[in-house]
T-cell receptor, first 112, second 113 residues
Framework: DQQVKQNSPSLSVQEGRISILNCDYTNSMFDYFLWYKKYPAEGPTFLISISSIKDKNEDGRFTVFLNKSAKHLSLHIVPSQPGDSAVYFCAATNTNAGKSTFGDGTTLTVKP | EPEVTQTPSHQVTQMGQEVILRCVPISNHLYFYWYRQILGQKVEFLVSFYNNEISEKSEIFDDQFSVERPDGSNFTLKIRSTKLEDSAMYFC???????????FGDGTRLSIL
């Protein structure tokens, strides 16, 4: 039972355009959601998060949207830069259980 | 900026042996975690640790695994009787509280021969 799904294994966008990464979840007990970025041979690096009481959180070029009724979140990167090329993981946390579940990851390639 | 550090970066062990993976979480963090990532697969939660006890563990975290915070700084993952399928990257993470993002180390690559 895959509770957190990232249905697109890869995404390629042109520099300067918008990148939209999507994530779906099934467990209604998740109440805190995060996006991490990962380069090869490094651990995941936190990007941005959102609590279930909000529907949007913005930090510079990164915006996360949460649609609780659809159990869907997305990460928007505007404008995309070549340095954004990495694997992006969404993670959903049940804070009562202290457990985070990760999606499979989406490899983003931003072309110059 | 404070970091989570993991040692060793690469551990090679014979099947059946015990291995201890070490982590130094960020000093003022209270929650500690272990994850693993088998090559080409997703990052999988193993265990979370708070107030000197396990707060949550996954079905992967069976009797073969144990965690310990032996002193005020280290957080270890012990794997007994290692199997070939234990080969993976093991990531340690810590957070100040459950509502804060987790900070990850760069991982230990465990290779079981």
């Amino acid at each position: 039972d895959q509770q957190v799904k990232q249905n697109s294994p890869s995404l390629s966008v042109q520099e300067g355009r918008i990148s939209i990464l999507n994530c779906d979840y099934t467990n209604s007990m998740f109440d805190y959601f995060l996006w991490y970025k990962k380069y090869p041979a490094e651990g995941p690096t936190f990007l941005i998060s959102i609590s279930s009481i909000k529907d949007k959180n913005e930090d510079g070029r990164f915006t996360v949207f949460l649609n609780k009724s659809a159990k869907h979140l997305s990460l928007h990167i505007v404008p995309s830069q070549p340095g954004d090329s990495a694997v992006y993981f969404c993670a959903a946390t049940n804070t009562n259980a202290g457990k985070s579940t990760f999606g499979d990851g989406t490899t983003l390639t931003v072309k110059p | 900026e404070p970091e989570v550090t993991q040692t060793p970066s690469h551990q090679v062990t014979q099947m059946g042996q015990e291995v201890i993976l070490r982590c130094v979480p960020i000093s003022n963090h209270l929650y500690f975690y272990w994850y693993r990532q088998i090559l080409g697969q997703k990052v999988e939660f193993l265990v979370s640790f708070y107030n000197n006890e396990i707060s949550e563990k996954s079905e992967i975290f069976d009797d073969q695994f144990s965690v310990e915070r032996p002193d005020g700084s280290n957080f270890t993952l012990k794997i007994r009787s290692t199997k070939l399928e234990d080969s993976a990257m093991y990531f340690c993470a810590s957070s100040p509280d459950i509502y804060q993002p987790q900070h990850f180390g760069d991982g230990t690559r465990l290779s079981i021969l």
